[in-house]
Nanobody, 124 residues
Framework: QVQLVESGGGLVQAGGSLRLSCAAS????????SAWFRQAPGKEREFVAV????????NYAGSMKGRTTISRDHAKNTVYLQMNNLKPEETSVYYC?????????????????WGQGTLVTVSS
């Protein structure tokens, strides 16, 4: 079993940056595909970014490309999401997710493990 705990959310002005962290318990986490999703009030959960277990493969939602970086540190059992030039419409709860079943994509149903989420509020 893997438990995921997100941190790093908060209030930021439009155009600002935040780095979210997802700390995992469990020695097998380093072999899991990991991803970030977000959910705004009244909206469905949407994909943000994903990284392979090795860190060698990443994929981003189109709206996030060029200003977002997902990375992982195996020594710390942690996955990061660096977001720059944030927009007010990106105010959401951001969730970390993990899959033990090989490469997982943009569908939230592919991920068996989820954190509790961290709130990111972008003010205009």
């Amino acid at each position: 079993q893997v438990q995921l705990v997100e941190s790093g959310g908060g209030l930021v002005q439009a155009g600002g940056s935040l780095r979210l962290s997802c700390a995992a318990s469990g020695r097998t986490f380093s072999t899991y595909t990991s991803a970030w999703f977000r959910q705004a009030p009244g909206k469905e959960r949407e994909f943000v970014a994903v990284i392979s277990w090795s860190g060698g493969t990443t994929n981003y939602a189109g709206s996030m490309k060029g200003r977002t970086t997902i990375s992982r540190d195996h020594a710390k059992n942690t996955v990061y999401l660096q977001m720059n030039n944030l927009k007010p419409e990106e105010t959401s709860v951001y969730y970390c997710a993990a899959s033990a079943a090989g490469w997982a994509g943009t569908n939230s149903g592919e991920y068996a493990y989820w954190g509790q989420g961290t709130l990111v509020t972008v003010s205009s």
